[in-house]
């Protein structure tokens, strides 16, 4: 089986969620402490195999592009500093992958983004990855997906039980009849009604996907608000009997969320040997006041 060489990123997006953040800075640049999340998505798909990451870009996303591009100036002033170290720290991310970028013309959905990166990746399968939803970097989540893929030669979603009073916020798949591994999905449906949920399996921003997709993709109609739904063409996918569910086994961060953005950071830091300790001194003095 194939490996998956390529991942697509869409990072168009408004991040109205997190105005007035996000006014002037893409919100896939808000950070988890001292790294931007987007670098986060971009490392998990790299400790998957990935080679390629095509970043799917609109207006005023330059800082993306610049965050994985060399910076001469700055890289200049540390080495003439002395600064090793942060000098390092900043090459090894424009050498992590190679980086291409393509531009979302008009915000028309996530299956329109997509579909504008059909281009770079050709006739062979890739990861998808949407940047609000970060995984513990101890757990394996896109390689969950990937493995799946190679079972079965059909494209992946990759799935995380919600509470029945999210479902509203997520594509969600039919349960499956057994209770290990990945399962056929024969039914996608997008942020249901709780009472109207096919199950509370919520499709968590990872895929991996066949070239089939795009054929759905660009056969869409608009949806509403003049939209393109990726879930659309999944849906299509599973009448084809193409798609399949895989369980993600590691801890989701939905950073597009504000609580959890917040939780997403405090554990974070405590995870960092230079900060946890007098991180956690802070917080329990922040806890009994």
Known sequence: ?????????????????????????????????DKPVIQHVVEEAIRSGVEHIVLVTGRGK????NHFDVAFELEDALAKRGKMEDLALVRAITGMASFAYVRQGEPLGLGH?????????????????LGDDVFDEGDAALDALIEAFQD???????????????????????????????????????????????????????????????????????GVGGEYQLTDALARLAADG?????????????????????????????????????????LRGVVQT
């Open 152 to 222: 079965t030669g059909k494209s992946v979603v990759g799935v995380q039980e919600v509470p029945l009073e999210h479902v509203s916020r997520y594509g969600i798949v039919n349960a499956p009849k057994a209770a290990r591994g990945p399962w056929a999905v024969d039914a996608i449906v997008e942020k249901p009604r709780s009472e109207d949920a096919p199950s509370r399996f919520a499709v968590v921003g990872r895929y991996v996907l066949t070239p089939r997709i795009f054929d759905h993709l660009a056969a869409l109609q608009p």
């Open 113 to 129: 983004a997509v579909l504008c990166a059909r281009h770079t990746v050709g006739d062979e399968p890739f990861a998808l990855l």
């Open 62 to 65: 330059q800082a993306i592009e």
């Open 242 to 282: 193409e798609l399949v569910a895989a369980p993600i086994p590691a801890r989701r961060y939905d950073t597009g969320n504000k609580l959890d953005y917040l939780k997403a950071n405090v554990e974070f830091a405590l995870k960092r040997q230079d900060l946890r300790e007098d991180f956690l001194a802070y």
């Open 1 to 33: 089986m194939r490996a998956i060489r390529k991942a697509i990123i869409p990072v168009a997006g408004l991040g109205t969620r997190f105005l007035p953040a996000t006014k002037a800075q893409p919100k896939e640049m808000l950070p988890l402490v």
